[in-house]
């Protein structure tokens, strides 16, 4: 949810009336309808076709790995098999035990942040919060804080208590945990989660990061592997349904159940989001050919916190262009592409078909080599509810975005992500729940050459956000210094100022800088 994530980034639409759903019909086909308003469904348009680095299976006991465990010990990995549930528009949670006594409670997981928050008090849109008068072992830091996403925030108040993960490692462990005591848009109507588990480095903790980490107190405190693996199983099932899909939060390991085929690893570029970099973009095989500057423009993530894949402006624009262009449908409202209105279409009909592919290419740990995965339209062609009892609803699964390359929750579900932390890559291998109606909605190819790509398709000049404050500070102390040099100069009298006569020459050129971060 770093960045982009509806609270953190999850979209949340709610079912209209019945009359409304009915209105959007009495208009002739292919008229489009405007933008609903906030709060509403999308307004459906009907429409109609036209006529005619890749690393083996690893062995037990590999480096940073941990494939197989005594189920007597701290990790028992097939324990933690379909430990989550949610769906892709509300995003997916895993449950937790907090406080003496503990006190069960449904946490998002997020590896777009850094903080582990819960609900301090009671909130109209959660249906449980953690109440810290009833732990005897909740001990208070007295610590404000305050996180921001691209969609939400909450402020609360920092404290420690202790864990325990029903389906997760065994044992139970003191943690940093903030109570969330305010928030705006952060927990939004009917989600089934109350606090926020973010899973990214430390430099993103807040208030600073000096705050351990949920993951880094496991790694510290149960000697688990820094590595976790996630798996999301909700291709082709409803953005915004009951929260029944299953998923796997892996800590401390990979669980071969849980994917088939190869793992291809990609170096992790910067440890604060889990940045990669990405080569190139295809649309049913054909490559978008831009400046592969512009994939990681300013950065390009894989994030289970923010719901749709997110493609800065120039690579959406471009995206939408070649995926109309190729696609069998006559004609689409610009509206389905920037998430204002629904595709619709009788429920007999599969609309995947009319769809072009999608290609993503990562940088291989040989950085000579790529590798691309591939997510069919049953993964980006979202469906949402059904209009009556003939017509079913679609969204579109991609979005523009302003400061980064989001891989959400869209692309994630087509896949088994290994964040490897203890050698910074982050691995891709097929999942087996990426699957619709029998078939594979996803694909992983390579090696392929990066000759014909820049060998560094990431901007040298990177303005991390600790770093944002640092310059902040150091510009707010030097205008400071200006503002009293010049109430000084204002100060003295007019006599012992300069009279400039008419030999006197003053040439007085000045500009202001203006410095944008994002």
Known sequence: MGTPLA????????????????????????????????????????????????????????????????????LNLLAMVENLQGDSGRGYYLEMLIGTPPQALNILVD????????????????????????????????????????????T???????????????????INIA????????????????????????????????????????????KIPNIFSLQMCGAGMPVSGSGTNGGSLVLGGIEPSLYKGDIWYTPIKEEWYYQVEILKLEVGGQNLELDCREYNADKAIVDSGTTLLRLPQKVFSAVVQAIARTSLIQE???????????????????????????????????SSRS???SILPQLYIQPILGI???????RFGISSSTNALVIGATVMEGFYVIFDRAQRRVGFAVSPCAEVDGSPVSEIEGPFTTADVASNCISSVSFHEPVLWIASYAL?????????????????????????????????????VRHRWK
């Not at 810290?132 to 921001?148: A, C």
């Not at 208030?207 to 510290?220: A, I, M, N």
């Not at 998430?339 to 290609?359: N, V």
């Not at 009556?388 to 679609?394: A, I, K, M, N, V």
Request: glycine share 8%.
């Open 7 to 74: 609270a953190p980034g999850l979209l949340l639409l709610l079912v209209g009336t019945a009359g409304l759903c009915r209105a959007f019909f009495s208009l002739p086909l292919r008229v489009s309808r405007p933008a609903a308003p906030s709060g509403s469904l999308p307004a459906p348009v009907v429409l109609r076709p036209a006529s005619s680095s890749r690393q083996p299976d690893p062995p037990s006991g590999a480096d940073g790995l941990a494939l197989a465990s005594d189920p007597g010990g701290t």
């Open 388 to 394: 009556g009892e003939t017509l079913q609803c679609y």
């Open 371 to 373: 590798f691309r995965i």
């Open 332 to 366: 689409f409202s610009s509206g389905f592409w920037t998430g204002s209105q629904l595709a619709c279409w009788d429920k007999t009909e599969r609309p995947w078909s009319l769809f072009p592919k999608l290609s993503i290419y990562l940088r291989d740990e040989n």
């Open 179 to 222: 109570t969330i005591l305010e928030s705006e848009n952060f927990f939004l109507p009917g989600v089934k989660w109350h606090g926020i588990l973010g899973l990214a480095y430390n430099a993103l903790a807040k208030p600073s990061s000096s705050v351990e980490t949920f993951f880094d107190s496991l790694v510290r405190q149960a």
């Open 476 to 512: 707010m102390s030097l205008c400071g210094i200006i503002l009293l040099i010049l109430i000084i100069l204002l100060l003295i009298p007019p006599r012992c100022q300069h009279r400039y006569t008419d030999n006197d020459v003053v040439n007085d050129e000045s500009s202001l």
């Open 111 to 154: 590896t777009g942040s850094s903080n582990f928050a819960v609900a301090g008090v009671p909130d109209p849109d959660v249906t449980s919060y953690f109440n810290t008068k009833l732990s005897s072992t909740y001990k208070s830091q007295g610590i404000d804080v305050t996180v921001k996403y691209s969609q939400g925030s909450w």
């Open 156 to 174: 609360g108040v920092l404290g420690t208590d202790v864990i325990t993960i029903p389906k997760g490692i065994y044992g139970s462990y003191t």
